[in-house]
């Protein structure tokens, strides 16, 4: 006797290669940002405690070279002016090292496929790799922060505590997604020196860090105005020093569409696999 077997008897089976594990791979998640956070404090030396002293020098180096503690820019002295600004100019320099260095040594090294292999969606992959740069900037800028503090005549007394918040993870968050970038694109390292010190040095330089914009000549104003650190270095400033030179609410709202510019270019990345997948 043959027996029918209807399409309800079937055993129920996964199918290979669905996801099974729900709609967020917290796990997963949680396990990608530890190894992301863990790469850099087994180095703290190198990666924390390093870019404080070397931005202390800048600070020491720049207020005795422009006139020592006599200057004022802004009716403020010097070294209030510059101090927020040099903060995020160490947690830019750092978020960009974090996730760019992450996946071009995971390439070099030919094991990207450690990460490409478990259920991470493109959406986790992408939040793992940004939370673990926003870390580390938000912690070399805490550290440098803290120095500043021990630092005679560099008063920094909080006014408001909103743009410092929005804008250190604004920045923190721009530049671990253009570190990402960064990493999938390199084939070898100067690939990656080259975005370094062609890109993000000369606008981190030319956003106002050192100066106030009011003493640029017109073209040189558009051009600052144009530039993103600006308005990430001058939101955050405003925080300690109560003055911004630019309109707060525009750099809100550029900054904000920058990044989810960035999250939707690096989710699409690791989605297609881009430079990453045979």
Known sequence: MSATLHKSDEPDFPVLGARTIGAVNWVGLWTLYLRETRRFMKVWAQTLA???????????????????????????????????????????????????????????????????????SALELTIGFALGGVTRGLLVGLSVGLAFTAMPGVPMVIEHIWPILYFSVAACTMLSLIGVLTGVWAEKFDHAAAITNFVIAPLSLLSGTFYSIERLSTSWQVFSHVNPFFYMIDGFRYGFIGRADSDLWAGFAYTLAINLVLTLVVYRVFKTGYRLKA
């Open 50 to 120: 390093a870019p404080a002293v070397t931005t202390i020098l800048f600070m020491i180096i720049f207020t005795l070279a422009l006139g020592g503690s006599g200057r004022l820019v802004a009716d403020m002295p010097y070294a209030q002016f510059l101090a927020p600004g040099l903060i995020v100019m160490a947690m830019l320099q750092n978020a960009f090292a974090n996730t760019s260095s992450s996946i071009l040594i995971s390439k070099v090294q030919g094991n990207i496929v450690d990460t490409l292999m478990p259920p991470l």
